[in-house]
């Protein structure tokens, strides 16, 4: 029973004592009379019975405020400072705040003293445990930049096929495979969600653990991307490799890697490469058996006319002509499948020109300047080999016409970029540049065997000279395609989803879960949470208010995982009340143009699929998904947790649950509050430091942290 009912509860059974107490004094007043003096005090009592009941009802009152005040300073008080010291276990920053009488103030006083020394002896502790594990943390970071910046894509899974590590370069193979640019990898998710599950079992069925053996198997994604995968054995820790195998591969083994490489480009070239010679081949038969036939008719009549020989002639020009622009136009395609083939590069036009820019410099007396250089020019290029061209042109043109000042310029045009190399005062001929491009590159003594025509098909780029005789100046014009804006927009798009240092990896997920018990049965710690907020038109879902806004973070293994992080504004397909704008600031031109809730929803229910849902007052966010659920068939049938409801479970005397005063009571600094993914964060670091507060409490089960939400008081709201 709460404070206030067994107040309400006190001051009833009081009210009633007293009552029976004024009641009894009356019998027994009257008992003691006799005649006259009972008559009397009959006659009293029944003109007086109002002022009588009045005084009673007075005394009730005032005992009623007496036994309020008692409680408030001998029970609430106390009480509230008790639940200040269990978050203070917490954390240790915050401090108990200092009310009450002067013996309590003192005890406050006390612990807080406690408090700060133990603090200080934890800092002490924290302090030689950051040094000491200094060098660990390096080869963390290490490690991570390493798998983040590795060309293939690579994901450790534990022998549940829960993925415990992946790269930056897995998450952009699988962006967008579970919808609108949202990753379908996240740590603790299942692997099966981006591979099927018997392709899997199939590579693990077959691996040698003793030989450290390895399978490949090639699929494809979703959105059409073609990998090869590699699936290679984890042994256990300190298992015998031999006794493993001699076990079978599915009990010898921890987990397993897979490294995935994107084929598509490759396969996409070799294909159009099949096809172009098999389309040569079939077109050729043709003009080669004319040809034939004619080489024989020409033999077979030696005496024809002029005018049959000329027609003959005509027949075999023609088909000689056609074979030649097929075989042409073949090995131009042929020639633009072996530069697709050749590793490129995407970068910034201006980092390629500011480097050509130093490299010149740097290896001949040369000034080089830059001259309208466009900062958003992005380009697909072997960098190394263009550094190569200009400065070998650099110095051809210093050594043979000593030319002293050089300029570069970057401009788009199109699809196209163009840089130029520029210089005044000398022009050479169109033999000097030819012979220039076909020159092996040799520049400050370093020879390299292939020439600039080499780098610029390289490249599928071209490259001329030009005169500008109005300005008297000459310029190379390297031609470079262009990314075009799609490109641009996509690769920024991946870099913005995961950090300098992203940490995708948790190798604490190799350790078993209890994943044979009820989800009820299992420890709080062990689950999954997704962690979501909605921001809406209204506070009234049942009467048309619509959801504008949906932010959700994942904990995974008791941690709060920020980049795998959904956000989504929705179109209401409604108008948006001008009060609901002043508290979230989303305004009718944000929502314009975002899908509508139909297509939202089921890409956030694939989100938080195999996880817990944690909301603050999550009557409310619930609501609105279930008044969803016959329009669009989604429905969210995982089990939640409320913090509103576990904040009134921890702290039953406190007189606000609002997220605000948790967080503060919690040490949770607020950031972002009144947006999705703000509050979500901010609700993922209050539920992180309840858990093990509700620990402390006996709550150690998703079970038993719902049988006493609903115990709550709160757990009445409905919307």
């Not at 705040?97 to 133990?118: F, P």
């Not at 040799?442 to 098909?457: F, I, K, N, Q, Y």
Request: glycine letters at 6%; charged letters at 25%; hydrophobic letters at 45%.
């Amino acid at each position: 029973m709460s404070s206030p009912a067994k107040l309400i509860v006190a001051a009833v059974v009081a009210c009633i004592y007293l009552l029976v107490v004024l009641l009894a004094a009356g019998v027994v007043l009257g008992s003691g009379l006799e005649g006259e003096e009972q008559a009397l005090f009959s006659a009293v009592l029944e003109h007086r019975l109002g002022a009588v009941v009045m005084i009673a009802l007075v005394a009730c009152v005032f005992l009623f405020l007496m036994l309020r005040a008692a409680h408030e300073f001998l029970v609430l008080l106390p009480a509230r400072a008790a639940e200040e010291a269990g978050a203070m276990l917490e954390e240790p920053a915050t401090r108990l705040t200092l009310r009450g009488s002067g013996e309590l103030r003192a005890l406050i006083v006390a612990v807080n003293r406690l408090a700060e020394q133990r603090h200080a002896r934890d800092e002490d502790i924290e302090a030689r445990i950051r040094a000491a594990n200094a060098a660990a943390e390096a080869d963390r970071n290490r490690f991570a930049v390493l798998m983040s910046e590795l060309a293939q894509g690579v994901i450790v899974c534990n022998p549940d096929g829960r993925v415990l590590l992946y790269n930056r370069r897995a998450r952009a193979l699988f962006a967008g495979s579970a919808g609108q640019g949202m990753a379908a990898l996240g740590l603790g998710r299942s692997i099966y969600g981006v591979f099927d599950r018997h392709l899997i079992a199939y590579a693990l069925e077959n691996i040698d653990v003793r030989r450290r053996n390895h399978r490949h198997f090639v699929t494809a994604t979703e959105s059409g991307r073609l990998l090869r995968v590699l699936v290679a054995p984890i042994p256990e820790a300190g298992a015998k490799a031999v006794d493993a195998a001699e076990a079978g591969a599915a009990h010898g083994i921890s987990g397993y890697m897979t490294m995935i490489e994107d084929m598509t480009e490759t396969f996409d070239s070799e294909s159009t490469r099949d096809q172009m010679l098999q389309e040569l081949t079939e077109s050729s038969r043709g003009p080669v058996g004319n040809l034939r036939a004619a080489a024989e008719t020409l033999h077979d009549y030696a005496d024809m006319s002029v005018e049959d020989h000329q027609r003959f002639l005509g027949v075999v020009r023609d088909e000689a002509e056609g074979l030649a622009d097929r075989i042409e136009a073949a090995a131009r395609k042929y020639a633009a499948v072996l530069k697709a083939r050749w590793p490129l590069e995407e970068m910034l036009g201006s980092d390629l020109v500011t480097a050509a820019r130093q490299r010149i410099a740097d290896r001949h007396p040369v000034q080089v300047s830059l001259e309208d250089v466009d900062p958003e020019v992005w380009i697909k290029v072997d960098g190394f080999s263009l550094l190569q061209a200009m400065t070998y042109l650099a110095a051809r043109l210093h050594d043979e016409y000593q030319i002293r000042d050089l300029k570069l310029r970057l401009t788009r045009d199109g699809e196209m970029a163009q840089i130029d190399l520029i210089w005044s005062g000398v022009f050479m001929s169109t033999e000097t540049v030819m012979t220039w491009e076909l020159d092996p590159m040799t520049v400050a003594g370093e020879s390299s065997p292939l020439t600039v025509r080499d780098v610029v098909e390289r490249n599928g780029a071209e490259v001329w000279f030009q005169r500008d005789h109005a300005a008297y100046r000459a310029f190379f014009r390297f031609l470079l395609p262009a990314i075009s804006g799609q490109v641009e927009a996509a690769s920024s798009a991946i870099a913005a989803m995961v950090d300098s240092r992203p940490e995708f990896y948790d190798f604490d997920l190799f350790k078993a879960e209890e994943t044979g018990l009820a989800l009820d049965d299992r420890l709080l710690a062990q689950l999954s949470y997704t962690v979501f907020d909605t921001e809406t038109t209204g506070l009234e879902p049942s009467a048309g208010d619509e959801i504008i806004q949906i932010g959700a973070v994942r904990i995974v293994n008791r941690r709060l995982l920020s980049h795998e992080a959904y956000e989504q504004l929705i179109d209401p397909l409604r108008s948006l009340p001008a009060q609901s704008v002043k508290i979230h600031g989303i305004t009718a031109e944000m929502l314009d143009g975002r899908p509508p809730i139909a297509q939202v929803l089921p890409v956030f229910r694939a989100f938080v699929a195999d996880t817990v849902l944690v909301a603050h007052n999550a009557a409310f966010d619930m609501r609105f998904l279930e008044l969803k659920e016959a329009s669009t068939g989604i429905r969210f049938d995982r089990p939640v947790l409320d913090t509103f409801l576990l904040s009134a479970v921890l702290f039953p005397n406190q007189e606000t649950h609002r997220l605000e005063a948790i967080a503060e009571r919690l040490g949770v600094s607020v950031l972002g509050r009144h947006t999705a993914v703000g509050d979500a964060i901010v609700t993922a670091e209050v539920f992180l430091k309840m858990l093990p507060l509700l620990a402390d409490k006996g709550i150690r089960t998703l079970g038993q942290a719902r049988e006493a939400s609903e115990k709550t008081y709160h757990a009445r709201i409905r919307y």
